[in-house]
Each structure stands twice: as C-alpha cells, then as structure tokens.
C-alpha cells in the first residue's frame, strides 16, 4: 500500500480521494497541524501506472508532503517531505534491490549497513 499525505493541489486530492481505499493499518501523520489530508492506494502495476499518467496529463508542482510504503504493516518506504529529503528504505529489502531502484531513479544512495 502506498499512503501519500498533505496534498497541494486540489486536483491531486481529487483523484487520490477517488482512488484510494480503506487502509489495513493506521499510519502516524507526519503533518500534526493544520490535520492533513491523506490517501491509500494499493501498489499495483494499474494503479501506479495510471497515477502515473495522471501526473503526466495534469502535472503538480507538489504532489504531497509526506509518502510511505508498507506491506503487512511494515514501512517499507518513507519520504517525509516528500522527495526533497532522503527516501528511507527498510532494511529488510535487500542491497542489491535498493541498488536496482536507486539506479533506476537515476540516483546515488547510502546505507547504515
């Protein structure tokens, strides 16, 4: 599941609040005040590509201030801030997975291996 917090724009909370689903956990809020807006979408190849074309048709300066990944209640992806500071990533996904993605990003990455 992916949830992505504290929208900007009013056509991203559109579609998010029309694409998301009831949440499997309760993830802690990264914005305390004003209470922010938040969405979960299941992380499937159809919803990520169409959230995808969606950005692509109707770009946003800023999609959302904080984004989290997780499966099975475990966070396997945290951005707070979203995308200006770093992407954490779970150390229970494997180097050379992290390496694949950071490379796919066209980015370097650190580890506290």
């Known amino acids: 599941m992916a949830y992505f917090e504290g929208t900007a724009e009013p056509h991203v909370a559109d579609y998010l609040r029309r694409n998301s689903i009831q949440p499997s ?13 938040f969405y979960h979408l299941p992380v499937t190849p159809e919803t990520m590509q169409r959230l995808a074309e969606f950005l692509e048709r109707t770009p946003t300066g800023y999609f959302c201030s904080h984004c989290h990944v997780y499966c099975h209640g475990l966070v396997l992806l945290q951005s707070h801030d979203a995308f200006r500071d770093p992407i954490y990533i779970s150390r229970t996904i494997g180097r050379e997975t992290v390496e694949r993605f950071a490379r796919a990003l066209g980015c370097s990455f650190t580890t506290g291996w």
Do not use: E
Not at 25 to 37: C, F, L, Q, S, Y
């Open 25 to 37: 956990v309760r993830v802690a809020v990264g914005t305390i005040w004003p209470k922010p807006d």
